[in-house]
């Protein structure tokens, strides 16, 4: 069992930065792939990026050059730095782990409850 708690989300201005974080709890942390995802008013949740243990990340297309994913596998920690940050931005951010990397939600083991993210325009 993993147990995720996001953190860091809140009110910025169109251009500003946030970072996320997500403390996990459980063993064999390192082993799972941690993702953010992300869920806008009235829209489906949508993958963000990930990371696997070995330091490997992917991202969504629209975040690819703004955002960057890290962990620290010792410190049961996974990050989202998110720079010039734009309003479309704007939703619930998750963090979630799954032992086969995926894009899809419905793949995913583990889900925190969420940060709020608002990028003012």
């Known amino acids: 069992q993993v147990q995720l708690v996001e953190s860091g989300g809140g009110l910025v201005q169109a251009g500003g930065s946030l970072r996320l974080s997500c403390a996990a709890s459980?063993?064999?942390?390192?082993?799972?792939?941690a993702g953010w995802f992300r869920q806008a008013p009235g829209r489906e949740r949508e993958f963000v990026a990930d990371?696997?243990?070995?330091?490997?990340?992917t991202y969504y297309d629209s975040v690819k050059g703004r955002f960057t994913i890290s962990r620290d596998n010792a410190e049961n920690m996974v990050y989202l730095q998110m720079n010039s940050l734009k309003p479309e931005d704007t939703a619930i951010y998750y963090c979630?782990?799954?032992?086969?990397?995926?894009?899809?939600?419905?793949?995913?083991?583990?889900w925190g409850k969420g940060t709020h993210v608002t990028v003012s325009s």
């Open positions: 459980g063993r064999m942390f390192w082993s799972y792939v």
């Open positions: 990371i696997n243990g070995s330091g490997e990340s």
């Open positions: 979630a782990v799954t032992r086969s990397r995926s894009r899809d939600p419905l793949a995913m083991h583990y």
